[in-house]
């Protein structure tokens, strides 16, 4: 009688080194794979002993059927067949190799695959996981399907996705991470998240898009790499989101959005033509050191709260036409292409807290440094207004505006400025400022004659 002994993939240092050797040989990313090594590591110190296999070794071998690296090319269909019986309950496959697989029916139990490699297409379309799902450092080869499927919780941590993922329409019903995942081109169309979920360092090297996709809690793409065309078009955001420090490499729409509580996008970096055209900002959006190297959109926005761009640089074309403020700041932002707020409306503001600090304005643009031409044709200001020590090295224009209360102390204006058709209707001051040019105030309406001692 032939005595069966258990797979080798037991034992945390054994593990890691064959896990560490798997990856050195097919990762050539170096930091890629050293964040692989790391993922590895903080997995087998949560799972401990549940890491080892217990399935037998194939006769004559080293390892089982699922952890014979090889095993999968020349018995495709028994791999499959044993991987589909075993996990009806659930069950751990911890560093898997397995061949192309369709789930079909409900996964009643945890399922954990986790540093498993995918050899093939995975479909799990329509699939319920009634409990949770781990598939942290998992390695999808070919394209995955989750359309449709309902989650609990479920773990994607260091995931990678070297073809084709898609979400669409699927829920997730329990906490959700796709932390430090790497994407090729994944989608999320109508896609619901109904608790937390966090996309933290994760880079999407394809196309990413979350188009009417629902975000019921709290969600986060810190220091997130987004390479290609990215679009969360339609999508709403029912709590928190927070993109500090993410990075957009491509062409990145948020148009008609919705934002019902604060947005983060601190330190952000947008290296392609961007988009927030229609959306509606119902909390505080804050843009704090935000970059936007190419041109920018916020055509017709709503910001129904405060919204802060403070020290942004704007590389391009700025675009806020017809868009309406609450309470705005631009201080110390920088505008170096075009800046146009031609039909905005700023209106008037209930702050407390600027009540409390004995301040009316609800627009600032103090130090801001507008590099190329500015627009604030027919723009209306509800509440005051300050410009106060921005500078305008070119041609600026606010005609037809109409200010209620407006400062332009020692603002520099270096070239033609344009106050024609304007209507001031509260107190406006212009101490102190230089006009290195004529400036042109044809049929200018005043209601207060203004403050001036220009230089």
């Given at each position: ?12 240092e054994?593990?890691?080194e ?15 794979m ?14 401990r ?17 699922f ?6 090319k020349?018995?495709?269909d ?18 898997a ?5 369709n ?11 986790s ?9 799990a ?33 260091g995931?990678t996705f ?12 329990g ?20 608790e ?8 999407f ?30 999508a ?28 983060w996008f ?13 959306a ?5 959006a ?26 942004v ?5 700025a675009?806020f ?14 505008f170096?292409g075009?800046?146009?707020f ?6 008037e ?17 103090n ?7 500015a627009?604030?044709d ?40 344009s ?26 309406k ?10």
């Amino acid at each position: 009688m032939i005595k069966t002994r258990k797979c080798s993939y037991r034992g945390k240092e054994r593990i890691f080194e064959i896990e560490k050797e798997w990856l050195e040989e097919n990762i050539k990313d170096q930091e890629e794979m050293r964040t692989k090594i790391t993922v590895v590591g903080t997995i087998l110190d949560i799972l401990r002993d549940d890491a080892d296999c217990r399935f037998d070794a194939i006769e004559g071998r080293e390892f089982c059927i699922f952890h014979e690296s090889d095993y999968w090319k020349d018995h495709e269909d028994e791999v499959r067949t044993a991987f589909l019986t075993e996990i009806k309950n659930g069950g751990k496959f911890i560093g898997a190799h397995i061949p192309i697989i369709n789930i079909t029916r409900v996964i009643e139990g945890e399922l954990n695959l986790s540093l498993t490699k995918v050899h093939g297409t995975f479909n799990a379309n329509n699939i319920k996981f009634s409990t949770g799902a781990w598939f942290i450092g998992t390695t999808f080869n070919g394209r995955a399907s989750f359309d449709k499927a309902t989650f609990n919780e479920v773990m994607f941590i260091g995931t990678t996705f070297n073809e084709e993922v898609s979400f669409d329409k699927a829920t997730f019903n329990g906490r959700a991470s796709f932390d430090k995942a790497t994407f090729n081109e994944v989608m999320f169309i109508g896609t619901t998240f109904n608790e937390k979920v966090s996309f933290d360092k994760a880079t999407f090297n394809g196309r990413a898009s979350f188009d009417e996709t629902t975000f019921n809690e709290e969600v986060s793409f810190d220091k997130a790499t987004f390479n290609g065309r990215t679009s969360f078009d339609k999508a709403t955001f029912n709590e928190n989101v927070s993109f500090d420090k993410a990075t957009f490499n491509g062409r990145t729409s948020f148009d008609e959005t919705t934002f019902d509580k604060a947005a983060w996008f601190d330190m952000a970096i947008f290296n392609g033509a961007t988009l927030f055209n229609n959306a509606t900002f119902n909390k505080e959006a804050l843009f704090l050191e935000t970059k936007f190297n190419e041109q920018v959109s916020f055509n017709k926005t709503t910001f129904n709260d405060n919204a802060l761009f403070y020290g942004v640089t704007f590389y391009d074309i700025a675009m806020f036409s017809k868009a309406t403020f609450y309470d705005v700041s631009f201080d110390k932002t920088k505008f170096n292409g075009a800046a146009l707020f031609d039909e905005a409306i700023f209106n008037e503001s209930d702050n407390v807290i600027y009540k409390a600090l004995g301040e009316s304005n609800v627009a600032y643009f103090n130090e801001t440094i507008f590099v190329g031409r500015a627009s604030f044709d027919r723009t209306i200001f509800n509440s005051a207004v300050s410009f106060d020590e921005a500078t305008f090295n070119d041609r600026v224009s606010f005609a037809r505006a109409e200010f209620r209360g407006a400062s332009f102390d020692r603002t520099i204006f270096n070239s033609a400025v344009s106050f024609d058709e304007a209507t001031f209707n509260d107190r406006v001051s212009f101490a102190k400022t230089i006009f290195n040019k004529e400036p042109s105030f044809v049929d200018v309406k005043w209601k207060i004659i203004p403050d001036t001692n220009p230089e």
